[in-house]
């Protein structure tokens, strides 16, 4: 009897169940592929230049029409009412102003005008000049405020639009994980 | 007969074992691939413009996105980063796209000037101060990088709920996507 059971084991094929070791492969493999190389990341330091400062504004060819809109923060707004033959003056914080020339307004859609009648101000004139959108915003101004004249200039076709900036200051700067600046009352301030 | 009769004898079972390891570890690798796409673009809540155009997603060799949440923290693929790694990785991009179009990278934009073709999608808060875009602008105009992308909301909606909500889309210019289309649009 018991010859008989050893006999039927050796008489088993011995094959090897490969399952399990593709699925270790692939949990292995997957867990490699998520792990951040970051050293790959720090040898590319090696390849940097060092002296790197903000690119000079070039001036802008004579064909070129440049319409600028000046975007600044929080100010103080005159707004008068009439009442009864006499006039009431109260000063009122407006969130945003924006200055067009020598025009300002807390009134986004007259800017939208105002880029508008300049482009076409400039193409009444006849010439080959290139119409081109200039923004200049405050540092602390939200930038919702520039998206929201950069989708002017797209209302009135103005497609190349610079922008003003400052230059940053000191290699020191570009080192911080967080620049700073306060995270309430940005708003007190537009320049 | 004996041999028919062992065969009709075996029960015809099917083994779930391969067919559920296989399914896991599908299930695995899915989502680890979605986390990583969603990684890209960090839960900010963007600004409005109406005039903006449906963005369909380029290959990502052929774009760098860059977030800026509204303390000014700089986030790339959901790590935070500053400027000078910032810089790291956006020269790291302009090699991998000039390797990958095989030298054309680069445009002329004046005698003796190039500009690097590779796209950076700037996906900034709608209440991040303007300093931290600029000079992320900065940082990518050193490295010759001009095509620059704004990310925003076409219609009121996410992050522009309630009264004050509307009133502040309305400020900038905000519509409704029935508005837009009662504009004409598309």
């Known amino acids: 009897m018991g010859s008989?059971?050893?006999?039927?084991?050796?008489?088993?094929?011995?094959?090897?169940?490969?399952?399990?070791?593709?699925?270790?492969?692939?949990?292995?493999?997957?867990?490699?592929?998520?792990?951040?190389?970051?050293?790959?990341?720090?040898?590319?330091?090696a390849f940097l230049p060092t002296d790197k400062g903000i690119n000079p504004i070039p001036q802008p060819p004579p064909n070129e029409i440049m319409v600028s809109v000046h975007i600044m923060g929080r100010r103080e707004q005159p707004r008068a009412w009439g009442l009864e033959g006499s006039q009431i003056t109260v000063s009122m914080p407006t969130e945003v102003m924006y200055k067009f020339a020598d025009r300002e307004t807390d009134d986004l859609k007259r800017v939208g005008q105002w880029?508008?009648?300049?482009?076409?101000?400039?193409?009444?004139?006849?010439?080959?000049?290139?119409?081109?959108?200039?923004?200049?915003?405050?540092?602390?101004?939200?930038?919702?405020?520039?998206?929201?004249?950069?989708?002017?200039?797209?209302?009135?076709?103005l497609e190349k639009v610079d922008f003003y900036g400052t230059a940053i200051p000191g290699p020191q700067l570009r080192q911080l994980p967080l620049l700073p600046y306060p995270a309430k009352n940005y708003l007190t301030t537009g320049d | 007969m004996s041999?028919?009769?062992?065969?009709?004898?075996?029960?015809?079972e099917l083994d779930m074992t391969p067919m559920i390891d296989i399914v896991f570890n599908l299930l695995i690798f899915f989502l680890v691939v979605s986390d990583l796409n969603q990684k890209?673009?960090?839960?900010?809540?963007?600004?409005?413009?109406?005039?903006a155009l449906e963005d369909k997603g380029d290959?990502?060799?052929?774009?760098?996105?860059?977030?800026?949440?509204?303390r000014g923290r700089i986030l790339f693929r959901g790590q935070p980063k500053n400027l000078d790694e910032l810089g790291t990785i956006l020269d790291q991009a302009v090699r991998v796209y000039n390797i990958k179009t095989k030298g054309e990278g680069f445009v002329e934009v004046a005698p003796g000037a190039k500009a690097s073709k590779l796209f950076v999608l700037l996906r900034a808060d709608k209440d991040t101060p303007w300093q931290h875009v600029q000079y992320l602008m900065t940082?990518?105009?050193?490295?010759?990088?001009?095509?620059c992308q704004?990310?925003?909301?076409?219609?009121?909606?996410?992050?522009?709920?309630?009264?004050?909500?509307?009133?502040?889309?309305?400020?900038?210019g905000g519509i409704t996507q029935d508005e837009y289309k009662a504009q004409g649009g598309q």
């Open chain 2, 40 to 51: 890209d673009l960090a839960e900010l809540t963007l600004p409005i413009a109406y005039m």
């Open chain 2, 59 to 70: 290959d990502p060799d052929d774009r760098v996105i860059l977030n800026v949440d509204n």
């Open chain 1, 115 to 157: 880029i508008a009648d300049a482009k076409k101000a400039a193409a009444a004139g006849g010439g080959t000049a290139t119409v081109k959108g200039e923004i200049k915003a405050g540092h602390k101004t939200p930038h919702k405020f520039v998206v929201a004249v950069l989708n002017k200039f797209s209302e009135a076709g």
């Open chain 1, 4 to 45: 008989k059971a050893a006999k039927e084991l050796t008489n088993q094929k011995a094959a090897l169940e490969l399952t399990p070791m593709i699925d270790v492969s692939f949990l292995i493999l997957i867990f490699f592929m998520c792990l951040p190389f970051k050293t790959l990341e720090g040898k590319l330091l």
């Open chain 2, 150 to 172: 704004f990310a925003c909301s076409k219609y009121i909606g996410k992050g522009y709920k309630g009264e004050e909500g509307i009133k502040e889309a309305r400020m900038i």
């Open chain 2, 139 to 147: 940082i990518m105009a050193e490295r010759k990088l001009y095509k």
């Open chain 2, 3 to 12: 041999k028919l009769s062992e065969i009709s004898q075996d029960s015809g």
